[in-house]
Each structure stands twice: as structure tokens, then as C-alpha cells.
């Protein structure tokens, strides 16, 4: 949490209420579980609180790519080499980190994807989804000549 203090800003954390459970079961938003907002107390004072450092995790990540090849001889000097990648070929969905600010009313939910977490690519920049961790199913072919 960060506060204006009219020459800069203070960040700090805020207390961890006891006995409060830190995720909550949901089947309506992404992931299925969500930070309650009710674990956490924003204390008036400036000081840092009782919740420790990377004590809260996002979703795990889990992506299985498989690739297929097969050599073709054409002639004694010339060969051809064929190539299948699938990358995310269970097309498994790894969500990007909750919002982390208590004042957004999209506290503790996860609002992208981890395969945007680096640029959606084109005129904004950053890398292309396909090419990150996390991005949906994709295929690649390719056709390789040695000679």
C-alpha cells in the first residue's frame, strides 16, 4: 500500500489479521481461489506491518511442450529435416499475479494471463505471447535443408 505524503510516497505493509485465512476458494474468478481482502489491516500509522515479506504467492506455472522430428535423405549429400514443436500442448491456463493494491476493488484477483506478463508485442513492444511462458497452445512447423 503507498501513501502521499505531498513530497513522495510511503510504502508499507499492512498487518496481518489473526486467525483470518489468506486465500479463499472461488470458482467465479480466474483460478479459482482469491486473496481475501479481510486477512490484511491497513494501519494508520507509518510503519511497516506484520506481514512478511513474499509471504503471498501467485498461481504456479505449468506448461509440457513435446516436439517430433524425422530426418529425410534425399541424396547422398542432401538432406531434409522436418520439425513439429507444440508448445503448451495440454493447453494448460497459468494466470499472472492478483492485484496487489487493498484500495483496487480487483484486490486478489489475477487479471491477465502469465503469457502477457512480458508485452503484448507489436507497435507497444515487448516480447510476442506465443513466444512467453504461459501463453496459450501453439504449433510450430518447420522444414530444415542440410546440404
Known amino acids: 500500500t503507498s501513501r502521499?505524503?505531498?513530497?513522495?510516497s510511503f510504502n508499507s505493509r499492512p498487518d496481518l489479521v489473526p486467525g483470518m485465512p489468506i486465500h479463499?476458494?472461488?470458482a467465479s474468478v480466474p483460478g479459482g481461489r482469491i486473496i481475501n481482502r479481510f486477512?490484511?489491516?491497513l494501519h494508520t500509522t507509518f510503519r511497516q506491518g506484520t506481514l512478511g515479506r513474499?509471504?503471498?504467492?501467485?498461481f504456479p506455472v505449468s506448461q509440457a511442450d513435446f516436439a517430433l522430428r524425422r530426418h529425410f535423405e534425399l541424396t547422398e549429400a542432401l538432406n531434409l529435416q522436418f520439425r513439429a514443436e507444440f508448445f503448451n500442448i495440454l493447453n494448460h491456463p497459468n494466470?499472472?499475479?492478483?492485484?496487489?493494491d487493498l484500495g483496487s476493488g480487483l484486490f486478489g484477483r489475477s487479471t491477465s494471463m502469465l503469457g502477457r506478463s512480458l508485452g503484448g508485442g507489436g507497435i507497444n513492444g515487448g516480447?510476442?505471447?506465443?513466444?512467453?511462458?504461459?501463453?496459450?497452445?501453439?504449433?510450430?512447423?518447420?522444414?530444415?535443408?542440410?546440404f
Not at 513474499?54 to 501467485?58: I, P, Q, T
Not at 494466470?95 to 496487489?100: E, R
Not at 516480447?127 to 542440410?146: A, M, Y
Open 4 to 8: 502521499d505524503l505531498g513530497f513522495g
Open 24 to 26: 479463499l476458494d472461488d
Open 39 to 41: 486477512a490484511f489491516d
Open 54 to 58: 513474499n509471504s503471498l504467492r501467485g
Open 95 to 100: 494466470f499472472g499475479d492478483p492485484v496487489g
Open 127 to 146: 516480447l510476442n505471447p506465443i513466444f512467453q511462458v504461459g501463453s496459450p497452445r501453439s504449433i510450430q512447423l518447420s522444414f530444415k535443408l542440410h
